[in-house]
């Protein structure tokens, strides 16, 4: 099965590589590419995990196009018969899963929403009966679902972990008009996937949106949009209260880091075949449940 470390694209501008992406400066527009990469706290491992990138980008392309009526998109294309002739020089490692966007303006902050009880918001209310410094019912066990979902956003951290801000400090960065069309949109947006999700099998218990705007007009959904990597997705079936319920995402490969003795400072150690093929199947079975189909070839 193909895998894609970093890709390779010499006749175009490499604007940055992420932990998982690889963007392309084409003036106007910008090349995204999903590698298979996969990190661990904040540490990029050394093993791929076949079909990530694939998965990121179609799954993203699904909810594109299921979502677009409630907010557009920066998606141009992801036919790279349609990409400009430097980046179909190396179409086969683009293929399925890179996407050509507009160049959007972002909006410094991150559109986290939670529905349950889950992760650092469950850390806190423990502590202190707040998710993000908003108080909640006293009672609620881990994974419970919230009252009602929470817009919760957080600053974009360039490397390490992003950070919680209450949704005033929000409205000092962006302004307190866009803040208010950044909650409408991301809560809008979060029901109509949960919905869709719940129909599927599959609790979406949280997630993060980014949004740009183009000279100044609207705000646009862009990068990835309720993916494996970006949201926190539970089985129905094995969903129960008090307990973290298992993920489709990486939290199978933090598992198997956590039994190892290492510092979680790089390098990253390898990842045995076994866990390799095990996240790699979570992911796709992530995109077939959501989409209602098999990854394509």
């Not at 002739?85 to 972002?106: D, K, N, T």
């Not at 986290?112 to 918001?121: E, F, I």
């Not at 009672?139 to 919760?152: I, K, R």
């Not at 079936?237 to 003795?261: A, I, M």
């Amino acid at each position: 099965m193909p895998v894609l470390l970093s890709s390779d694209c010499p006749g175009l501008h490499l604007l940055s590589r992420g932990k998982v992406r690889d963007i392309y400066d084409l003036d106007a527009s910008l090349l995204l590419v999903a590698s298979d990469r996969i990190s661990a706290f904040d540490v990029v491992l050394p093993s791929p995990i076949p079909d990530k990138g694939r998965v990121l980008t179609q799954l993203s392309l699904f909810w594109f196009d299921y979502l677009r009526d409630i907010c557009s998109n920066h998606l141009l294309t992801a036919d790279v018969a349609q990409f400009p002739p430097a980046a179909r020089a190396c179409a086969e490692q683009l293929r399925g899963r890179s996407m050509l966007v507009r160049r959007l303006e972002m909006v410094p902050i991150e559109c986290v929403v939670r529905g349950y009880l889950a992760g650092s918001g469950w850390l806190e209310y423990r502590k202190q009966g707040t998710v993000c410094g908003i108080p909640l019912p006293p009672g609620l066990q881990e994974a419970d679902p919230l009252p009602q979902p929470l817009f919760t956003p957080s600053t974009k951290a360039a490397t390490g972990h992003d950070e919680n801000i209450s949704p005033a400090r929000a409205a000092e960065l962006v302004g307190r008009e866009t803040a208010r069309e950044l909650e409408r949109l991301s809560l809008e947006l979060y029901s109509r996937a949960a919905a869709h999700a719940a129909g599927c099998g599959i609790i979406l218990a949280d997630t993060k949106f980014e949004f740009g705007r183009q000279s100044g007009g609207p705000l646009v959904l862009a990068d990835e949009v309720l993916t494996p990597d970006s949201s926190r997705f539970w089985p129905k079936s094995e969903y129960r209260r008090g307990q973290s319920p298992p993920s489709f995402d990486k939290q199978y490969v933090r598992d198997y880091l956590l039994t190892l003795d290492w510092n979680k400072q790089p390098p990253g150690p390898a990842l045995p075949d076994p866990v390799v093929a095990r996240t790699s199947e979570k992911y796709r079975e992530a995109y077939r449940r959501l989409a209602g189909r098999e990854l394509p070839a």
